[in-house]
């Protein structure tokens, strides 16, 4: 068994595709096929199912690729050793819109004072896809929403990867708003009073925030314009009678337009119970490189030290 052929192991799984995976590494699907049988025929045990929809993992073959992720992750430690530079190599880090408004500036600051010579690559991504990059070896270190149910049901599935999950805060979903908006001095809205308003959202509103309260769904005759960031929708909010639906920590904490007329009055009466956790998704130590570990701990120290408060 040679060193590529793990590589391509986690290929066919990314794709759960030979075909599509045999594209990408520009084989053909004859030689990947046969390469993926010797592979099986040498372990002793199916890694992948063949299915009308493409390959699953067998069970015997989820433990298989998450011990091969570590074997390659080891291996360019190894090159390491040899004098190979992965020390310039850029620290990929997945996170949903809203987060990344308020967390990509200050955790590039603490992560360059550890790592001077170090680079962060962030990519953005929507809610549940996060944690599905994670854990189709897809990417290392993620920050995304979870609610508490949809945390237990990534948890469960996460242990089987060895993928680690930390809660970094709680927050809840705000209605944004200026000071002198007919709404503003309550200290709590129910969505159902949210009708014939008009609205900014995000292109991509947050997976885990639809579970709430669903922006395009809260109620009759409500007016909808979206925004490509939350720096956009902010100005919005502060430039007319427009309202939007945010994260405390988006409010509180990412690029500022007019803040001191802005104002987050808490929903009520959501789909759900109007409670989010933002949490860190990351493969263990032993999976990652040494900048991926700082930038870890950099997520972590940002958050332990971050002055919370709710919006309100």
């Known amino acids: 068994m040679r060193m590529e052929h793990l590589q391509y192991?986690?290929?066919?799984?990314?794709?759960?595709?030979?075909?599509?995976?045999?594209?990408?590494l520009y084989l053909s699907q004859t030689t990947l096929s046969a390469i993926l049988k010797g592979v099986e025929e040498e372990l002793g045990f199916p890694i992948f199912l063949r299915t009308h929809n493409g390959v699953q993992p067998t069970t015997e073959g989820e433990e298989a690729l998450a011990l091969i992720w570590e074997?390659?992750?080891?291996?360019?430690?190894?090159q390491g050793l040899g004098g190979a530079d992965t020390s310039r190599r850029p620290v990929p880090i997945l996170l949903s819109p809203t987060i990344n408004e308020a967390l990509s500036l200050p955790l590039s600051r603490r992560f360059l004072e550890r790592e001077p010579e170090g680079n962060l690559e962030f990519h953005i991504e929507v809610g549940d896809e996060i944690g599905n990059r994670i854990l189709n070896n897809d990417g290392n270190i993620g920050v995304t929403y979870y609610t508490q149910r949809h945390?237990?049901?990534?948890?469960?599935?996460?242990?089987?990867?060895?993928v680690e999950v930390e809660v970094l805060c709680r927050d809840k979903l705000y209605l944004l708003m200026r000071r002198d908006h007919p709404l503003a001095g309550r200290r709590s809205i129910s969505v159902d009073e949210l009708c014939d308003l008009n609205f900014?959202?995000?292109d991509h509103f947050n997976t885990q925030e639809d579970s709430i309260a669903q922006p395009r769904y809260l109620g009759h005759g409500n007016r909808y314009t979206t925004f490509p960031n939350v720096t956009l929708l902010k100005r919005a909010v502060c430039s007319g009678n427009v309202v939007s639906l945010l994260s405390?920590?988006?409010?509180?904490?990412?690029s500022e337009s007019c803040p001191e007329e802005l104002l987050g009055i808490p929903l009520t009466g959501t789909r759900e119970e109007n409670a989010i956790l933002m949490c860190l998704i990351h493969r263990p130590d032993s999976s990652v490189r040494y900048q991926e570990k700082v930038a870890i701990q950099c997520i972590k120290e940002h958050f332990a030290a971050l002055d919370w408060r709710e919006s309100t």
């Open 9 to 24: 192991l986690i290929e066919i799984n990314n794709y759960h595709s030979i075909s599509a995976a045999a594209q990408a």
């Open 71 to 78: 074997i390659l992750s080891r291996y360019e430690e190894i």
């Open 151 to 162: 945390l237990e049901e990534y948890r469960a599935i996460a242990s089987k990867y060895q």
């Open 200 to 202: 900014a959202i995000l």
């Open 248 to 254: 405390g920590y988006a409010i509180q904490h990412g």
